[in-house]
């Protein structure tokens, strides 16, 4: 009996979704519940699981195409789960309207190379590749991992076979595949020939470079005249772009920046930290202690937990924190809800499992909704300070930048001191300089006097 695959519909408001990546191909059996092909949304990426046992028989929607949720975009057969190479069918034996169809699909059935809008190949011509497809698939059926070990195991030219995972029914994460590479068996890493870069585009296949030739008339904006590559968007990326000049174009930005000595929570953090992990079985990084700070001042200025409707102020009653992930394809903002509620351990498991999740793209729909104050650290990538844009409908965002030892002038002398600058971006259509300035001082009192027990 055939199940068909559709594009889920990852929540109320989501009313597309695009196929990034087939895990699985034409041919190849796939087990109930098993990752068969990831999707990006306009707001959050995930890898869809299989309805149901058997062999993926047809692929209607090839990567990097877009469509409607609840639309088919892939077939999978239980009773043909004996049968090999199922893609080597030949498309004349279907009737004319499935043929056309067939042959539009990505799978090994397709002359290696093409796009996926080529003819088919032969049957025979596949019957040798299938043999050694196949072995390569009942290997990769027992591997789970995420495209992120994926990406790096291709990367380090890595069998993942050879990897012990660590996670949920021996999924390999991230951790798992850095400590291979810290010291892996000798055997394990396989140095392939060199091959002469090639340059991908997001499609799939080699972008075209074009050179502007025309000329340039007096007066006019200057155009770039040397060659150039076209790139797709992902749609991620078109979503944090569309949101961006919006939020640009919706809220009167204005930037304030406090420097903050860090003393307290450096030392508290160095001093506990191992038993922090040990009885958790967590890291204990400093964003906790920025949102734990962030609520607090929040309670005490409301209307940074707010949003503009019209002529409207909405206060919110609850508040939920966003804390930005960087991924690979852009970022993430999964959202710490009902923060208020939380001490500084049930801040600290939710800000882990969360970005963890959103790195291994394992986030539901609605743990990216509903925040009302965001907070991002380019400071982790070794950024002073930074100017975020607010995140809509929110009415501020607080930025977190490196933290590092400086010298500073305390009771007229030179110390030593771990200091970091804090930025906030908030909308002037409800909120003043002078409340915005209010609120850093008070996140800056609670971390320069930082008295939160952390165990």
């Given amino acids: 009996m055939s199940t068909n695959v559709i594009m889920p519909q990852m929540g109320e408001s989501i009313a597309e979704g695009t196929v990034t990546k087939w895990l699985k191909k034409i041919g190849e059996k796939v087990e109930r519940d098993e990752p ?18 058997g062999v993926l028989t047809r692929i209607l929607v090839k990567e990097n195409q877009t469509v409607e949720v609840n639309a088919v975009v892939a077939e999978i057969d239980g009773e043909r789960a004996s049968t090999p190479a199922l893609a080597a069918e030949p498309a004349g034996d279907a009737p004319p309207a499935q043929a056309a169809s067939v042959t539009t699909i990505a799978g090994p059935a397709l002359v290696p190379g093409s796009d996926g809008s080529g003819p088919t190949a032969p049957a025979s011509a596949n019957v040798a590749a299938s043999v050694a497809d196949s072995a390569r698939a009942a290997t990769a059926r027992v591997i789970r991992s995420s495209p992120l070990v994926r990406r790096l195991a291709r990367e380090n030219h890595v069998d993942l076979s050879l990897v012990k995972g660590t996670g ?8 798992d595949i850095l400590s291979y590479l810290a010291a892996p068996p000798a055997v394990a890493v396989q140095t392939p020939p060199p091959a ?24 006019a904006p200057s155009i770039f ?28 930005h204005v930037t304030t920046v406090f420097e903050v000595e860090m003393t307290r929570v450096f030392d508290t953090r160095a001093q506990q930290s ?3 992990e040990r009885r958790n079985g967590i890291k204990l990084t400093f964003t ?12 005490q200025y409301p209307a940074f937990n707010a949003s503009v409707e019209g002529d409207n102020i909405l206060y919110k009653r609850h508040v939920n924190i966003g804390v930005a992930v960087a991924l690979e394809t852009g970022l993430l903002v999964p959202v710490v809800k009902h923060a ?32 009302t104050f965001t907070i991002t650290n380019p400071g982790v990538f070794g950024s002073l300070f930074g100017t975020p844009i607010i995140n809509q409908p929110q009415v501020a965002i607080l930025g977190v930048g490196v933290i590092e030892k400086r010298a500073v002038i305390r009771n007229d002398a030179i110390a030593i001191r771990p200091m970091v600058y804090l930025a906030l971006s908030f909308d002037h259509r409800i909120i003043d300089g002078a409340v915005a300035d209010q609120f850093m001082g008070k996140i800056k009192t609670v971390l320069e006097n930082w008295g939160e027990p952390v165990l």
């Fill in 225 to 252: 005249t040397g060659p150039t590559q076209a790139v797709p968007m992902t749609a991620m990326r078109k979503q944090i772009a569309e949101h961006m000049v919006l939020s640009r174009r919706t809220s009167a």
């Fill in 168 to 175: 949920l029914s021996g999924r390999i994460s991230k951790k």
């Fill in 36 to 53: 068969l092909f990831e999707i990006s949304t306009d707001k959050v990426d995930a890898e869809i699981p299989s309805p149901a046992a």
């Fill in 340 to 371: 208020d509620e939380k001490n500084f351990l049930g801040v600290a498991r939710a800000v882990t499992d969360l970005a963890d999740r959103a790195r291994s793209k394992r986030l539901n729909f609605d743990e990216v909704q509903g925040g």
């Fill in 288 to 299: 906790p202690f920025f949102v734990r700070a962030a609520v607090e001042a929040i309670k």
């Fill in 196 to 219: 002469p870069p090639v340059s991908v585009s997001a499609a799939g296949t080699p972008p075209t470079p074009i050179a502007t030739t025309a000329p340039v008339s007096p007066g």
């Fill in 274 to 276: 191992a038993e922090f």
